[in-house]
């Protein structure tokens, strides 16, 4: 049975929180976190926007907030550009990642406590399947804009490329944590 698009989209709010924490605890990962939450919100944000916010404004009340949670989604996303830009193990990074954090968060309580109960009370349920069927799908083709797979991980292809690309030697070999502790250490000498 496929999951409906409330699920979808809360199960994406807590995989963010989550890669939230690990950025804040696992600096010496952030790099590849970066990188799959950069993938996860990016593709989470343009599948709601084309399949989630069209049916709320639709079918629901079109004032619960859809232009205003796009304009969060675009917001977001030009301080994801900034975080990206600060060095990782930096001071400006942890204030970049806090800025961002906060504008996220903001944007999920909103979104969890009215956008998504405009949704579920506008639809039925076999209606927030289809929907959740063509949110999954959406955000399926944008996590492959960053060579990303559905679930968000980065692929082994990807580590190898950026490997190869720091020098690192005999990258083939190793596992995928060695792999990313290996680029991390090319990335601090």
């Not at 939450?37 to 989630?52: G, I, N, Q, T, Y």
């Not at 400006?92 to 406590?113: C, D, N």
């Not at 991980?153 to 070999?173: M, T």
């Amino acid at each position: 049975m496929a999951e409906d698009a409330i699920t979808l989209i809360t199960r994406d709010h807590r995989r963010m929180e989550e890669l939230f924490a690990r950025l804040r605890l696992e600096p010496d990962k952030r790099p590849q976190l970066l990188d799959e939450l950069e993938a996860v919100f990016v593709a989470h944000s343009r599948a709601e926007e084309d399949k989630v916010y069209p049916v709320i404004a639709e079918e629901g009340d079109p004032d619960k907030g859809m232009k205003t949670s796009a304009v969060e989604h675009h917001a977001a996303e030009k301080l994801l550009e900034r975080l990206k830009k600060a060095h990782p193990q930096s001071k400006e990074f942890g204030k970049r990642l806090q800025a961002f954090v906060t504008a996220v968060t903001h944007h999920v309580q909103e979104e969890e406590l009215e956008v998504l109960p405009a949704l579920k009370k506008a639809v039925d349920d076999t209606r927030l399947r289809e929907l959740g069927r063509a949110f999954d799908e959406q955000r399926t083709q944008e996590m492959r804009k960053f060579g990303g797979t559905s679930t968000g991980q980065v692929p082994r292809q990807r580590l190898y490329d950026e490997a190869k690309e720091l020098g690192i030697d005999n990258y083939s070999g190793m596992d995928m944590q060695e792999l990313v502790d290996a680029i991390n250490r090319a990335r601090r000498d």
